[in-house]
């Protein structure tokens, strides 16, 4: 009797199992099984079914954008929200929220020339919004734009130099 219960309950959770994995492989908001989960090949993701992450505009070495960053060759953009830029952000970086992008497209098309050699961060590699950011630039034209995967917390955790906004 125990062991026919057993079986039943094993083929019941087998049966539960491959249908939750049949419905989110069919489903367009299923959860996505594969991703990208190593921190120094670039930005943290999900293989999401609906979008990718451009990885071939990520640079991923913090001694380069240190050098963007002293030589001033590229406009660097911070996406995170203002409160967060203000308690420090990467030297010359201007804050363009990415909550506030639809506010703030016109004063980014009027100040930044398309052809401008453009850098996008945000937190960290755990952090999106950097690829959401550049993805809406390259819609707009714009030609020139890199992310830098590791984002803040990658800058400030090599001892980098920040900049703080005084409140």
């Known amino acids: ?54 990885a071939s505009i990520e640079i991923n070495h913090p001694d380069i954008i240190k050098q963007i960053v002293e030589k001033k060759q590229r406009i660097i953009l911070d996406v995170r929200p203002t409160e967060t830029y203000n308690q420090g952000h990467l030297p010359g970086a201007l804050s363009f929220p990415l909550m506030d992008f639809d506010q703030m497209v016109e004063q980014l098309l009027t100040s930044i020339k398309k052809a401008s050699p453009i850098l996008v961060y945000c937190s960290s590699v755990e952090c999106t919004d950097s690829h959401t950011f550049a993805e809406r630039l390259k819609n707009m034209k714009y030609e020139n734009v890199k992310v830098f995967s590791g984002g803040f917390r990658q800058w400030e955790e090599k001892g980098f130099n920040i900049e703080k906004n005084e409140e």
């Open 1 to 54: 009797m125990v062991k026919n219960d057993l079986k039943g309950c094993f083929i019941l959770i087998a049966v539960a199992v491959i249908s939750a994995f049949l419905f989110n492989q069919f489903s367009p908001f299923g959860i996505a099984v594969f991703g990208q989960w190593e921190t120094s090949k670039g930005v943290v993701s999900a293989g999401s079914k609906t979008q990718s992450l451009n």
